[in-house]
């Protein structure tokens, strides 16, 4: 079955540092997308980067990139000198064979002055 | 930008009212759907369309109905609320191309409570 699996339910991480927020993902499929996306405590979900599984680069988006390890099914996202603003819940998704896409449980990442 | 639009941000209604809550893209996406979040359970399909008069069923349907009368709004109704229906509710759209790279664009959601 597909899925998608992020193993830290929380993080707690100081201003300035950079954080890597885990992701592995469990597909058949050849072709497909993995995205993160970042909701803050007002509830918006909020598109921040986009992997393509035959992308040989890594994706990168200003302070965000996203360390793809095809092999491994990882999809770990990297943010860089974390900012207070940073503190949200983040997901991690993928599009499926049957165009659905389907979310990770989250990691929620605190971060402190 | 994209902007998807949902109707209310908080919304309280009473058991077995009908409920509707609407969603309403602004960028031509042919696709659409419709999410519920709770603590503990992420994000689950409702419905989705991929198309003006076509719905389909996700993960959770029951209790729901949906409505894609023009392309660009995409209706969730609640035919009867119950306070098991109380939840975060989510809209989302994309572009049908290549739809499996296509990121879902969401609302702001709508924070439903069934009284």
């Known amino acids: 079955a597909q899925k998608i699996t992020q193993t830290q339910p929380g993080m707690f991480v100081q201003e300035k540092e950079a954080v890597t927020l885990d992701c592995t993902y469990d597909t058949s499929d050849q072709s497909y997308g993995l995205f993160w996306y970042k909701q803050p405590s007002s509830g918006e979900m909020i598109f921040l980067i986009y992997?393509?599984?035959?992308?040989?680069q890594n994706a990168t988006e200003g302070r965000y990139s996203l360390n793809f390890q095809k092999a491994r099914k990882s999809a770990n996202l990297v943010i860089s000198a974390s900012q207070l603003g940073d503190s949200a819940m983040y997901f991690c998704a993928m599009i499926k064979d049957d165009d659905k896409i389907i979310f990770g449980k989250g990691t929620r990442l605190h971060i402190l002055p | 930008d994209v902007k998807v639009t949902q109707s209310s941000r908080y919304l309280v209604k009473r058991t077995g009212e009908k409920v509707f809550l609407e969603c309403v893209q602004d960028m031509d996406h042919e696709n659409m759907f419709w999410y519920r979040q709770d603590p503990g359970l992420g994000l689950r399909l409702i419905y989705f369309s991929y198309d003006v008069k076509m719905k389909e069923k996700g993960d959770i349907p029951e209790g729901y109905s949906v409505s894609r009368e023009k392309k660009e709004r995409f209706s969730l109704i609640l035919e009867s609320a119950s306070t098991n229906q109380t939840s975060m509710y989510l809209c989302a759209s994309s572009f049908p191309a290549d739809r499996r790279h296509q990121p879902q664009h969401f609302g702001d959601g709508t924070r439903l409570s069934i009284l």
């Open positions: 992997q393509g599984s035959y992308d040989e």
